[in-house]
């Protein structure tokens, strides 16, 4: 699959195969291009035992305007997409930015969220199993769903009136309050 690093799985599937089959052959059972296998057949080493590429394949085309242009727009407002952004680098500098450096653009501003963006709100999904009333239920006894019959009769009648019906049971449920504070 292009742009996936091959595995030293991969390196060891496609030489115990290819002791058998052809090289075509051999790369499809292992999941990797016939490109690869002759690269592979070439390699002295496993992909692992290789040094890990610390270059860059071109010239970065946004470095001249990130750090004076665009880095002050998203602090600005950092919700602006990298469309907007890149339609305000082309009417500033007419000619000079074509749309082909737009998902460039987004790679960069993904990661200057992630460093610097604003704080994501935590949410935390609850769930409720059908014919239960929520999850609290599964605090009162062993099954969530089926309460006792004593707890069920007066979990309805709490229910209906949304608030504790004696001083003994509102001991043990903690409801959050009616009145505002």
């Known amino acids: 699959m292009p742009g996936k690093r091959i595995t030293d799985h991969q390196v060891h599937k496609y030489k115990q195969h290819r002791n058998k089959l052809s090289q075509v052959a051999s790369a499809a059972k292992a999941g990797i291009s016939e490109r690869s296998a002759r690269r592979i057949e070439d390699a002295q080493s496993l992909p692992s035992q290789r040094p890990a590429r610390n270059w860059r394949t071109r010239e970065?085309?946004?470095?001249?305007?990130?750090?004076?242009?665009?880095?002050p727009l998203l602090q600005a407002d950092a919700r602006l997409n990298a469309v907007t952004l890149l339609e305000e680098l082309q009417r500033r500098y007419p000619g000079q930015w074509d749309t082909s450096v737009l998902r460039t653009l987004q790679r960069r501003i993904r990661l200057w969220r992630a460093k610097f963006g604003a704080q994501r709100e935590v949410y935390f999904a609850q769930e409720h199993p059908p014919g239960?009333?929520?999850?609290?239920?599964?605090?009162?006894?062993?099954?969530?769903?089926?309460?006792?019959?004593?707890?069920r009769s007066m979990w309805r009648r709490k229910l209906r009136s949304h608030w504790p019906s004696n001083r003994a049971a509102s001991a043990w449920v903690k409801r959050p309050s009616l009145q505002p504070s």
């Open 60 to 71: 970065d085309p946004l470095s001249a305007v990130w750090d004076s242009e665009v880095i």
């Open 132 to 151: 239960c009333q929520g999850t609290w239920l599964s605090r009162l006894s062993s099954s969530p769903c089926r309460p006792s019959a004593s707890k």
